[in-house]
């Protein structure tokens, strides 16, 4: 359907935009830039903060420029002296409800509020300050994110991430009036509600109110205690997203510029998760195919099938709660970072000659759900924490600030040895669908003894930014042992975000679909769009990052988990087989059933 | 006992099982009980396919859907300023003295609770209460102590 054009002047300039597109939009095509807070391109439009007001010559009042669309001969300014006066007592009136102690706040000098305020240069506080009325609350108690209210300025930009990105809706809009808050069912702690600790909403959180629980001062602890064999795991996405805590344009890959960085700031041993990503791939892939013989030859009614994916521990969290009957059907496989951390306190620890105690692992993900799953009774089998720390991007990148480490000249070098090697296959599992077509590779070629039937292993059909994708594929040719699945058109669901995993496993419920494996990562884009990644991230943000990670696969020699060397040398050495019964041991898991609040 | 599940069924059948019988869901329940169990909005939720904490949201917006215990009789004064004018605060004494309890508790018995109001639209005859649905206008406090007998003795009868 044809558009109209829509002809209107932005402070005397002229402009032609489709109708349907906001002033906002108009203006930004024009290079102005109109402060907003309760907007965000990610969401829908709230309309609630009135900070982005505008002029509408005619017009009785003020228009949110985030929430007006255009029309035909409207005259728009955007930076009268009445929209100045306006907005810079918007400003005032949020901080009069705002905890504004910004030395102390996590966010400072990461805060949109902060920085508006410095914009308009607001000065003295012009209204009676209410925060001290209202008594707001912390909530700490999540591994994962704090919550505090007296920080929040309700523009709702979280409970919107919670309800139609994550369909979790753990918050929600409460109260009213001046008593109006953001809560949880009952005002109960996040740890006792169905957040899955994804982070979203501390990635869209404009001011101090969500972030993340930081666990640095931990790592430089254990850093400077010289009893503790400290090692660094990091997270395929953290890669192609540091940059952009240091100051570097979207989408660089810094590999190993972040390896050096690592090891300057006194990491024993500089590792990497995407070698437990490989190694998921084949215990993965192996469990793969033991349910489809187990429901294909022996037709075992017990075995569920659509198998899904567990890397993703926002997933495992939301599918606890929402669809427990479901729980057989994920994959028993740990995470590649808590098969990292059974591994390093086991495999790695006895062939440096080190005792388990004395190993410190620390995480750098792109991730806070991931500093939940660490701490989850069931991440203990070493015999102690498997993973200690988990630190989040932005998390990595202060720690490179606060050492004074001028990143932009460091050397590249390698990631250490022993776990420190990977392909282009666990590179990807940062990308949405990247889980799927690592699996594939190595799946397709174990069962037919050929490489997947895709140009340069790219299997471009689950690649994409769409909600749900599928494919499938015919295997043809199998080896002898694998004769059952001959013919058999192997089908794959791709999901990410948790609202398109809800949507997706409904109509599996539903007996709509029927697919024999289904990837599905809480956050948008997958990992490189995680709750843990550098703010702010957007559409074209996670698109970059997603080339990146893309780009490193594609420039790596060895692009299939099954030929990780170090992989083999594990099986060799430790594991025996994938699925042999040390693997299950160390590097399988199971799942509780959750309330559904 | 109060039957949330026959609730949730007679309300879908006329409003359908979306977030437009939220609404009426939560004021049949107040209807019977007076406030809401966290069971119950769960229970509510489930049906809807909401989550709990949107339930809630919902009816922590509306004074009149309380989310903790009230008693069987919801005494609420109306605080505006008709009937501040009026004499509000004696009626409020007089209650607090007679039901032994401060504005926003519950008798141990767990027949009253008392609370105020925002404008009842009776500020021609203020001071007006609020006893469940009805309104008890041009109130005395010896007024209002009579009327509070009267649920007394209601109840004990």
Redesign the interface.
């Known amino acids: 359907m044809n558009k109209f054009s829509v002809n209107l002047t932005i402070n005397d300039i002229p402009v032609t935009v489709p109708e349907g597109t906001t002033i906002l939009e108009a203006a930004k095509k024009l290079d102005f830039r109109i402060p907003t807070l309760c907007y965000h391109e990610d969401l829908c439009v709230a309309g609630n903060c009135r900070v982005c007001v505008v002029e509408q010559v005619g017009a009785k009042a003020l228009v949110a420029a985030c929430a007006t669309p255009v029309a035909e001969g409207m005259c728009i300014h955007t930076n009268s002296a009445t929209v100045r006066t306006a907005r810079k007592t918007i400003i005032q009136l949020l901080l009069s409800e705002h905890n504004a102690d910004c030395t102390k706040c996590y966010k400072n000098g990461n805060c949109e509020l902060q920085n508006l305020a410095h914009e308009y240069r607001v000065g003295e506080h012009v209204f009676i300050d209410l925060i001290n009325e209202r008594r707001l609350t912390i909530d700490d108690l999540s591994p994962s994110i704090i919550k505090d209210d007296s920080k929040c300025i309700r523009c709702q930009r979280c409970v919107r991430t919670c309800?139609d990105i994550q369909g979790?809706?753990?918050?929600?809009?409460?109260?009213?009036g001046d008593h109006q808050k953001i809560?949880?069912?009952?005002d109960h702690p996040l740890v006792e509600?169905?957040c899955t600790n994804c982070g979203q909403c501390i990635n869209r959180c404009p001011v101090g109110a969500l972030v993340e629980k930081t666990n640095i001062e931990e790592v430089w602890d254990a850093i400077n205690d010289p009893t503790k064999h400290v090692v660094v795991q990091t997270a395929p996405a953290v890669r192609v997203a540091i940059g952009e805590e240091l100051g570097y344009d979207p989408g660089e890959r810094l590999t190993g510029k972040m390896v050096t960085a690592l090891r300057r700031l006194g990491f024993n041993s500089v590792l990497d998760t995407d070698f437990t990503a490989d190694l998921t791939i084949l215990e993965e892939g192996t469990e793969l195919l033991t349910r489809l013989k187990k429901v294909l030859v022996d037709k075992d009614e017990t075995v569920a099938l659509p198998m899904t994916t567990s890397c993703s521990p926002g997933w495992v969290k939301f599918i606890e709660h929402t669809f427990p009957e479901f729980l057989p059907n994920v994959s028993t496989c740990k995470s590649p970072q808590q098969m990292f951390g059974a591994l390093a306190k086991t495999y790695y620890a006895t062939k440096k000659g080190l005792k388990a105690q004395d190993v410190c692992v620390v995480s750098i993900m792109p991730c806070t759900a991931k500093k939940y799953e660490a701490n989850r009774p069931e991440m203990r089998s070493s015999g102690y924490k498997d993973v200690d720390y988990v630190l989040t991007t932005r998390e990595l990148g202060t720690m490179i600030k606060q050492a004074g480490i001028n990143f932009r000249n460091l050397e590249e070098s390698h990631y250490d040895s022993l776990m420190g090697d990977s392909t282009g296959a666990g590179v990807i599992f940062g990308a949405t669908g990247g889980v799927m077509e690592a699996a594939l590779r190595t799946v397709y070629e174990i069962v037919t003894g050929r490489e997947v039937p895709f140009k340069n292993l790219n299997i471009l059909p689950v690649r994409g930014i769409e909600g749900v994708r599928e494919a499938t594929i015919k295997i043809e040719g199998c080896q002898p042992e694998w004769g059952f699945l001959e013919g058999v058109e192997v089908s794959c669901a791709v999901a990410h975000s948790l609202a398109n995993a809800k949507k997706l496993m409904e109509a599996v419920k539903a007996g709509l679909v029927n697919y024999h494996f289904i990837e599905i990562m809480a956050c948008p884009g997958g990992c490189l769009g995680g709750g843990g990644q550098p703010i702010p991230t957007s559409a074209e943000i996670r698109n970059k990052r997603s080339q990146a990670i893309y780009n490193e696969d594609a420039g790596l020699p060895l692009r299939k988990s099954h030929d990780n060397p170090e992989v083999k040398i594990l099986y060799e050495e430790f594991l025996g087989a994938p699925n042999s019964h040390k693997a299950h041991t160390l590097l399988h898991t199971h799942y509780t059933p959750r309330k559904?609040? | 006992m109060l039957d949330v599940q026959k609730i949730i069924e007679d309300v879908t059948q006329v409003y359908g099982k979306s977030r437009t019988a939220l609404m009426p869901i939560l004021q049949a329940v107040v209807k019977e009980r007076n406030y809401l169990e966290?069971k119950e909005?769960?229970a509510v939720?489930?049906a809807l396919d909401?989550?709990?904490?949107?339930?809630?949201?919902t009816a922590?917006?509306y004074t009149f859907l309380d989310?903790v215990p009230r008693g069987k009789y919801c005494i609420r004064v109306c605080k505006t300023i008709s009937c501040h004018m009026a004499g509000k605060d004696e009626i409020i004494k007089a209650l607090e003295d007679t039901l032994r309890i401060k504005v926003g508790e519950t008798t141990v018995d767990k027949q009253f609770t008392l609370m105020t109001a925002n404008c009842l639209g009776w500020c021609h005859k203020g001071p007006v209460m609020l006893i469940n649905d009805e309104v008890y206008p041009e109130l005395t406090p010896q007024r209002a102590i009579e009327i509070v007998n009267g649920y007394r003795r209601e109840n004990a009868g």
Not at chain 1, 168 to 176: E, I, T
Not at chain 1, 183 to 186: A, D, K, P
């Open positions: 309800h979790v809706s753990a918050l929600a809009v409460a109260y009213k809560s949880t069912f009952l509600v169905v559904r609040y | 966290d909005m769960i939720a489930k909401l989550s709990p904490a949107e339930v809630f949201g922590s917006f989310t």
